[in-house]
């Protein structure tokens, strides 16, 4: 059997439970309903559930919201949950939990072996010549004298 989809489980299930069968007869019906999954396919169930909630608070007659209104619900839901998630702090370092002795060793573990591995896969160091000495007199010729240069961020 075929899972029902968000628009189903939440929307139209739901509102058959509060408003009845739409008015609408037999042979419409489906279209009825295919309008509202159409116009919700794209919205999550968490989503769809929270603007079903809204509609049912908020709603004076026994009567099917449009399609427009829950389309409406649904968006106005989306902007609330943004600015929830919006709202909502990171952690602070404090406020992460601290590894336990079992997690530490085993990422020492992992760190170790990773190390070995590099170590033995990597290429031996090549012999490089160390590099002469420079001459002070030199540079200060071609480029003045070093105090002279201001300081990083005096530029």
């Not at 009825?32 to 509609?55: G, H, M, P, Q, W």
């Amino acid at each position: 059997m075929k899972k029902p989809n968000a628009v189903d489980a939440v929307v139209v299930a739901r509102f058959v439970r509060q408003y009845g069968i739409p008015p609408c007869g037999a042979n419409d019906t489906q279209r009825f309903f295919d309008e509202y999954r159409r116009a919700l396919k794209f919205s999550n169930e968490e989503t769809l559930s929270r603007a079903v909630d809204r509609i049912i608070d908020t709603q004076e007659g026994r009567f099917w919201p449009t399609v427009g209104e829950v389309v409406s619900a649904a968006k106005a839901v989306v902007a609330e949950m943004v600015a929830e998630e919006r709202a909502r702090k990171p952690p602070t370092y404090e406020e992460y939990a601290r590894p336990d002795p079992e997690t530490r060793a085993r990422v020492d573990l992992m760190v170790k072996g990773t190390l070995a591995y590099l170590k033995a896969k990597s290429p031996p160091a090549a012999n490089l010549p160390t590099p002469k000495a420079t001459d002070r007199n030199a540079w200060e010729k071609r480029f003045g004298r070093f105090e002279d240069y201001p300081e990083e961020g005096q530029r």
